[in-house]
Structures are given as C-alpha cells and as structure tokens.
C-alpha cells in the first residue's frame, strides 16, 4: 500500500525557520501534484501550497514570501521551507499527493500530519 510521511516539526520561535519533509512509500505508478495543508486548533484545514512535477509552485497568500514548497521526483521527497515563522503558522500540517497506483485510475493520498508550534 501507499503511504505518505511527514517529518520535521517541532517548536519554533517567533521569526525562527523550519524544513518539513514529505516521502511517499510503496507501491505506485506515478506522483502528480502534491501540496501541503495545515490545520490549526478551532479551525478548517486550509491550503498552504502545491507544486507540480514540473516544479510550478502556488502559495496561500499568507505564507507567500515566507514558504517555500520543492519536491525531489528521484526520491518521492516534498519539502516545505518556513521561514520568518509567526505565532499564527501553529498548526498540523499534510502532506497530499495526487498519485496514480497504476495506469488506470488516480487518488488524492494524505499523510498523518505533524505539529508545528511557533511560540516565544
């Protein structure tokens, strides 16, 4: 089976930096779009990011000159680059992936999610 994983939270100050990774495992025949979701306490789960197999990226315009979304296709890799970190980011963020588990058919995966905490 498919499974995509997140690591790389943790806490982080006010202003401080963060790298988030997302690998996908398993058994499939192709990765598509993958983006990145966060879901803050009392809150939607909201869209952060996405980027193509290409490279294009788009972004949330409130992480928009902060985030920076890169994928690495070789290794199945998304990564997520938060930078200038605000009390506001606090939340659980996804992985998703787009991903075909052979030539017939395509689904929307999600990951398990991992904390990011920005306090002082």
């Known amino acids: 089976q498919v499974q995509l994983v997140e690591s790389g939270g943790g806490l982080v100050q006010p202003g401080g930096s963060l790298r988030l990774s997302c690998a996908a495992s398993?058994?499939?025949?192709?990765?598509?779009?993958m983006g990145w979701y966060r879901q803050a306490p009392g809150k939607q789960r909201e869209l952060v990011g996405t980027?193509?197999?290409?490279?294009?990226?788009n972004y949330a315009d409130s992480v928009k000159g902060r985030f920076t979304i890169s994928r690495d296709n070789a290794q199945n890799t998304m990564y997520l680059q938060m930078n200038s970190l605000k009390p506001d980011d606090t939340a659980v963020y996804y992985c998703n992936a787009n991903l075909s588990p052979d030539t017939t058919a395509e689904y929307d995966y999600w990951g398990q999610g991992t904390q990011v905490t920005v306090s002082s």
């Open positions: 980027i193509t197999t290409g490279g294009m990226t």
């Open positions: 398993g058994s499939f025949f192709r990765i598509g779009v």
